[in-house]
């Protein structure tokens, strides 16, 4: 970004309007913001600045005007805005992400903040944690970082998906979580009946279910979105190896369709739980369901 000054050079302000143009017209639901985040991304600024930048009516370098409408171009295809920045906020973490792996999203934070309450009112000095399909470690890092007298364990079986995980553990350098390359069918034996807090956001989404949203169905991978015939084929799993895994009084916390928690209460409370309550997002929809160990 350069101060205002008589040049011919192009205007910020102009180029990010040219940017919203281009995305309304690719029918993305906030063409403004993604345009301002590009921007800030092509910048190296935050969004905020590029949002005074603007109004002060800065100008753009050629070469960066460029860089901005080749992003832009691609985000018009329904890239998703994480996969062309690398980035994508989850609470307080900025996680790497990309082709392969699953984009966090807002009602995952919901999720977060469920198992972060149980495993803060856990009576261990130091309770046990697990994340069961990790993706990019969005919900066992949150958990590390904002208990950190926890110990948290996660485990991914993509390599796709491990990959990202890896390069977030080390990034975030929280000593007290670890991740592991398994499948959460049979992960972590050696905490069987120690487990305090046992999240998952699984994948949910009936087989038969085609997420209209491009970047959902064009991106993000297959594992992690389609759970069988009703979308709970991995749900029943979780069931079971939640079961192993947690301790008497232990809580199980799992994400689901805003439709499913009618069906994975009976699920969870079949298979022994006790208490299976269903919790609601920021939006009102219900999103995570817990339970506890008897």
Do not use: C
């Not at 049979?186 to 999240?199: K, T």
């Amino acid at each position: 970004m350069n101060p205002s000054d008589a040049s011919d050079a192009p205007r910020l302000a102009v180029a990010i309007r040219a940017a919203v143009d281009v995305l309304a017209a690719a029918g993305i639901a906030d063409p403004a913001v993604d345009a301002e985040l590009l921007a800030a991304h092509v910048l190296g600024a935050g969004r905020g600045e590029v949002q005074a930048a603007a109004l002060r009516g800065d100008v753009i370098a050629p070469d960066a005007e460029t860089r901005l409408a080749a992003l832009v171009a691609r985000r018009a295809s329904r890239e998703p805005l994480q996969h062309i920045t690398g980035t994508a906020p989850f609470r307080h973490l900025e996680l790497r992400v990309g082709p392969g792996v699953f984009v966090p999203r807002p009602e995952t934070e919901i999720v977060a903040q469920v198992a972060i309450d149980a495993l803060r009112a856990a009576a261990s000095p130091s309770p046990i944690a697990v994340d069961l399909g990790t993706g990019s470690g969005a919900i066992a890092l949150a958990m590390a970082t904002e208990v950190p007298h926890a110990e948290v364990h996660a485990a991914e079986n993509s390599v796709a998906a491990f990959v990202w995980a890896k390069e977030n553990f080390a990034q975030v350098g929280a000593a007290n979580a670890r991740v592991v390359f398994a499948d959460l069918a049979d992960a972590f034996p050696e905490l069987d009946g120690q487990v305090s807090v046992v999240a998952s956001n699984p994948p949910y989404v009936p087989d038969d279910a085609i997420p209209r949203d491009p970047e959902v169905r064009l991106f993000d991978p297959p594992a992690a979105l389609y759970g069988g015939p009703d979308g709970l084929d991995v749900v029943r799993v979780l069931s079971g190896v939640g079961l192993r895994l947690a301790h008497p009084g232990g809580t199980i916390v799992i994400e689901h369709g805003e439709w499913q928690g009618p069906a994975i209460r009976a699920l969870l409370a079949a298979d022994g739980w006790r208490a299976a309550v269903t919790h609601p997002d920021l939006t009102l929809r219900d999103r995570v369901t817990t339970a506890i160990r008897p």
